[in-house]
């Protein structure tokens, strides 16, 4: 598809090469490896034929270049998007219920550039501190997986991993209280185990009691080396340890502008994609077709703590 913006500052020179090094990837054999994957996509009846090569080779370098492995991940990205409709269809941010979180209650957009280890930055912050329906969390949710997807299109270079970091400014009880365990076990499954992402760290600033309460809400269904790379900070000035300075927002005390500008950049990135994400809604696994037993969606969804493994051939 033709992209009208590129938000994503691709890492180039030194950096570029040390991700290569991190993400075990060989210029030379990298393509053989897509070949491969591309391959192994036609030969499974309840996978998709095809899929574009730019999503693939994402997935390969989420992968560390592990053949075995990505397919296991693209077997579980599949199978999510025909598990979770509640996040991988109506997925059209000109919609009144999607606009309504774009604009008035949370920002989230990744960063245009990367840390001098080649990592991404995605800074979360909520604008409301009122969540009216539980609808809005699975929304927003969605919309995070959104970003994801339009990231395995446009991260044409590979990055060194992600760091999250979550502004607790506005955590408030009511979002507790509309906070599902189902949904949040599935959108972790989804991150966790369906997504190419290598995420190093998670930074929450602007700390309060309740994030305590939060956090332990959550920490069940993380793994346990997440949990080992959650930082709360009781100042600012701690999290640039680790994110320089200079390329956060203005907010922040950051270079890349404010956070309305590149939330206004984001929402309109998921507007142009509109029609690919419309596209992607049959884009999906067919459990009826999967050789051996089929997923069972109860047990991998099941609130007991553990992950279910598909099984690879």
Request: proline letters at 6%; aromatic letters at 8%; one cysteine or more.
């Amino acid at each position: 598809m033709k992209l009208k913006t590129d938000l994503l500052v691709q890492p180039s020179g030194e950096i570029s090469k040390k991700i290569r090094e991190e993400l075990k990837e060989d210029v030379n054999t990298r393509y053989k490896d897509l070949a491969a994957i591309k391959e192994w996509l036609r030969k499974q009846p309840h996978l998709p034929d095809e899929w574009e090569d730019m999503p693939l080779l994402t997935f390969l370098r989420g992968s560390s270049f592990s053949l075995e492995k990505c397919k296991r991940k693209l077997d579980m990205y599949f199978t999510m998007r025909a598990a979770c409709p509640e996040f991988f269809t109506n997925r059209d941010a000109t919609s009144p219920e999607l606009r309504e979180i774009l604009k008035g209650k949370l920002q989230g957009p990744p960063l245009p550039g990367v840390t001098p280890n080649g990592r991404r930055v995605t800074i979360c912050r909520g604008l409301r501190i009122v969540v009216k329906r539980c609808q809005q969390i699975t929304d927003t949710l969605k919309l995070a997986l959104m970003v994801g997807d339009v990231r395995l299109m446009e991260e044409v270079q590979g990055v060194a991993g992600d760091i999250y970091v979550l502004d607790a400014a506005v955590l408030g009880p009511s979002l507790l209280a509309r906070l599902s365990p189902t949904i949040v076990k599935k959108f972790m499954i989804c991150v966790q185990e369906a997504y190419p992402v290598k995420l190093k760290e998670v930074h929450i600033i602007n700390t309060s009691p309740i994030v305590e309460r939060f956090l332990t809400f959550v920490k069940p269904f993380l793994k346990e080396k997440i949990r080992k790379r959650i930082f709360i900070h009781k100042e600012l000035k701690d999290l640039y340890k680790y994110v320089p300075q200079e390329m956060m927002p203005e907010e922040y005390g950051g270079q890349c502008g404010t956070m309305e500008e590149l939330q206004d950049q984001w929402t309109q990135k998921l507007i142009e994609y509109r029609d690919w994400f419309k596209a992607q809604d049959s884009i999906k696994a067919n459990e009826s077709l999967r050789p051996g037993k089929p997923t069972n969606y109860d047990e991998l969804f099941g609130i007991d703590g553990s992950f279910r493994q598909l099984s690879i051939d």
